[in-house]
């Protein structure tokens, strides 16, 4: 149903680096910003990387975004136990005149 | 500090309606648009509208149209959502969102969730 494509899954030991992709179209990320959200399990979402690549304040800088064309990713570096959670993309559709989230990522810290 | 406080969980029967109010603190109410977003169980995050608290103007998701009112009462800095008739398949947790600036779209203040149990 998400115009949004993540993978469902990635992983990674502690200390190495994951990458978390999103693929959109010309109508979304290729004409807008992407946004990330992390999801802590049974908790509200939380605003990580905004306009593609600002990290809002308190987000540590492990955490990076980028974008190039109608495809985002999200690198998390130095990887933490407390970093295992759902992780979303976004951006606004304008054919759909809509927000649109990505699929979500899990990541699992082995 | 910003805060988003929700009301509590819901339990409806299909073809009710609902409405989860969001109460909002630390900031000026009006200066912020609200957003919500539904996750249903064990599934992603679906974005459903917005709505300009300063002029009360909404935009809806297509899906929504129809069945969704995003209202808010200044007075006390609440907005709320209204979703008419139910379905089992709106079985959700409902969350508000705090846009930064502008219109959309980084959500930089989250409620807690209002979970919204549809059932027979």
């Known amino acids: 149903q998400s115009v949004l494509t993540q993978p469902p899954s990635a992983s990674g030991t502690p200390g190495q680096r994951v990458t978390i992709s999103c693929s959109g179209s010309s109508s979304n990320i290729g004409s807008n910003t992407v946004n990330w959200y992390q999801q802590l399990p049974g908790t509200a979402p939380k605003l990580l990387i905004y306009n593609n690549n600002q990290r809002p304040s308190g987000v540590p800088d492990r955490f990076s975004g980028s974008k190039s064309g109608a495809s985002a990713s999200l690198a998390i570096s130095g990887l933490q136990s407390e970093d295992e959670a759902d992780y979303y993309c976004a951006a606004w559709d304008d054919s759909l005149n809509g927000y649109v989230f990505g699929t979500g990522t899990k990541v699992t810290v082995l | 500090q910003v805060q988003l406080v929700q009301s509590g969980a819901e339990v409806k029967t299909p073809g009710a309606s609902v409405k989860v109010s969001c109460k909002a603190s630390?900031?000026?109410?009006?200066?912020?648009?609200i957003h919500w977003v539904r996750q249903a169980p064990g599934q992603g995050l679906e974005w459903m509208g917005w709505?300009?608290?300063?002029?009360?103007?909404?935009r809806y998701a297509q899906e929504f149209q129809g069945r969704v009112t995003m209202t808010r009462d200044t007075s006390i800095s609440t907005a709320y959502m209204e979703l008419s008739r139910l379905r089992s398949d709106d079985t959700a947790v409902y969350y508000c969102?705090?846009?930064?600036?502008?219109?959309?779209?980084?959500?930089?203040?989250w409620g807690q969730g209002t979970l919204v149990t549809v059932s027979s």
């Open positions: 969102a705090r846009v930064g600036a502008g219109a959309c779209c980084h959500f930089g203040n």
């Open positions: 630390g900031y000026t109410f009006t200066d912020n648009y």
């Open positions: 709505m300009n608290p300063d002029s009360g103007g909404t």
